[in-house]
């Protein structure tokens, strides 16, 4: 702990990352490194990262990289591990995500999904890709809910602003006011999601009601009035087929925004659903309810923009991003190169 500001020393603090990403153009202008953090305080139905849920380490294994050596079973303190018909089986009740495992795998069949980092070590990972951020790139910080893990997540953004770094802020606003403002001053920008307007259907899809999210977004849109940092704020609305894929779900979220935002939304994106997640499930031995779900075509895409636009919101904020079903083929639309990922 610092004395002079009661802040925890640099040097104690840990935070777990599940996947630094590079080259991304989905989280934030221009080139971009994400971070993307464990542990979320939502549980949506469509998750896409279901291995970014819980904050601990967890296993999963790849099937095709097997060579059925069996080191793995020798290794594992606990148990957990059995060789069936079927390949490599995880206890999960048993496996306490040590990665003893895992460092053994000659093929790398086996991999533990998330690992600590202390500050200054994921600093110096992450600005060795600053050559390609430009103008406009940068690093975002994501989950998972990055926002539940606030003293990391500020102090590692503070010394990224420290050396001129564009960062940005990926949240569902899942979280305490006082995370936030660990958070906020070190922001250049907050990718906030409003997944669902109304309170009743957006606890059934996600876990949770919205009605801190959307009073931490009145917070968030105040004290961009208010500070130097963040100066930006952009929504992102999740396009779920059977869910959110309504019009008056995307006008309601459009008439909030216009009413109670003061115009400090600068964009936003309505990102299409995706299916490529299907194996992080099997892989991970959970049910997906989206496993059958097809994507969205462009038709309706382009019909929820036209909600969004005359919702009330200057209709120049609107965007649509994602990977579209056109004549029984699943390819990219919108305004964005296609994506593999969801809000």
Same mark, same amino acid.
């Given at each position: 702990? *610092? ?8 040097? $104690? ?7 630094? #990403? ?12 994400? /971070? ?5 305080? @939502?549980? =949506?139905? %469509? !998750?896409? *990262? ?5 904050? +601990?380490? #967890?296993?999963? %294994? ?6 059925? !050596? ?5 290794? !594992?303190?606990?148990? $957990? ?13 048993? =496996?306490?995500? =040590? ?12 991999? @533990?999904?998330?690992?600590? %980092? ?11 890709? $600053? ?26 953004? +503070? ?9 940005? @802020?990926?949240?569902?606003?899942? =979280? ?33 009601? *919205? ?8 917070? /968030? ?52 659903? *995706?299916?490529?997640?299907?194996? +992080? ?22 019909? @929820?923009?036209? $909600? ?10 609107? #965007? %649509? ?21 969801? !809000?």
């Amino acid at each position: 702990m *610092n004395p002079m500001t009661r802040e925890p020393s640099i040097t $104690a603090l840990t935070g777990t990352i599940l996947e630094i #990403q590079r080259m991304s153009t989905e989280d934030g202008p221009g080139l971009r490194t994400t /971070v993307f953090f464990k542990g979320c305080s @939502l549980r =949506c139905l %469509w !998750c896409h *990262n279901p291995e970014s849920l819980e904050m +601990k380490p #967890q296993l999963h %294994w790849l099937e095709p990289r097997c060579i059925g !050596c069996r080191l793995c079973l020798e290794v !594992c303190p606990n148990g $957990a591990l059995a060789f069936t018909d079927r390949g490599i089986v995880i206890d999960r009740a048993v =496996c306490r995500g =040590c990665g003893a495992c895992a460092g053994e795998c000659p093929s790398t069949a086996l991999e @533990l999904l998330g690992r600590s %980092w202390t500050v200054e070590a994921l600093v110096a990972e992450v600005i060795k890709d $600053a050559a390609y951020f430009g103008e406009h790139g940068g690093i975002t910080v994501s989950g998972g809910e990055a926002a539940l893990q606030a003293p990391f997540v500020s102090a590692f953004l +503070k010394e990224l602003k420290g050396r001129g770094i564009h960062t940005a @802020l990926d949240t569902s606003g899942q =979280c305490s006011r006082g995370y936030l403002d660990m958070i906020l001053p070190y922001a250049d920008l907050v990718l906030y999601d409003i997944k669902e307007i109304d309170p009743i259907r957006h606890k059934q899809f996600t876990g949770s009601g *919205n009605e801190l999210i959307l009073e931490n977004l009145l917070h /968030v849109a105040g004290y961009i009035g208010t500070h130097v940092l963040p100066r930006e704020l952009w929504i992102r609305t999740p396009v779920i087929p059977g869910a959110t894929d309504l019009e008056e779900t995307i006008a309601g979220i459009g008439a909030f925004i216009a009413d109670n935002l003061g115009g400090r939304v600068s964009r936003w994106e309505l990102c299409a659903f *995706n299916n490529l997640c299907r194996d +992080k499930y099997r892989r991970l031995g959970m049910d997906w309810a989206y496993k059958e779900a097809r994507l969205l075509d462009r038709d309706t895409m382009e019909r @929820l923009a036209g $909600a969004a636009r005359s919702s009330g919101v200057d209709p120049a904020i609107v #965007q %649509w991003n994602g990977s579209t079903e056109m004549d029984g083929t699943e390819k990219g639309g919108g305004n964005k190169k296609p994506t593999t990922r969801v !809000c």
